[in-house]
């Protein structure tokens, strides 16, 4: 079993940066995937950033040029940096890991977008 801890989260002006954290429980060996979806009210959750044991990352569209995700091996951890931020970047954001056939969650945190 693997638990994920999630940080970061906050209230943030437009144009603003946030840095999203996620930490995984225990050591991770072989192939896995982690990254980040996001659910806004009354929306679907949507992937935002993924990365692979690998180092090959995938963007959504709509954040491609704004976000960078990032690994840290030696602390099992996920960054997600989020720049220039807008108001409809607002949501609760959960991270994920992909591994062995299974897909752990993040509790979530919530990023508010408001002037």
């Known amino acids: 079993q693997v638990e994920l801890v999630e940080s970061g989260g906050g209230l943030v002006q437009p144009g603003g940066s946030l840095r999203l954290s996620c930490a995984a429980s225990?050591?991770?060996?072989?192939?896995?995937?982690m990254g980040w979806y996001r659910q806004a009210p009354g929306k679907q959750r949507e992937l935002v950033a993924s990365?692979?044991?690998?180092?090959?990352?995938d963007y959504a569209d709509s954040v491609k040029g704004r976000f960078t995700i990032s690994r840290e091996n030696a602390q099992n951890t996920v960054y997600l940096q989020m720049n220039s931020l807008k108001p409809e970047d607002t949501a609760v954001y959960y991270c994920?890991?992909?591994?062995?056939?299974?897909?752990?969650w993040g509790q979530g945190t919530q990023v508010t977008v408001s002037s």
């Open positions: 225990a050591t991770i060996f072989g192939i896995y995937t």
């Open positions: 994920f890991l992909d591994f062995r056939t299974r897909t752990y």
């Open positions: 990365i692979t044991s690998r180092g090959s990352t």
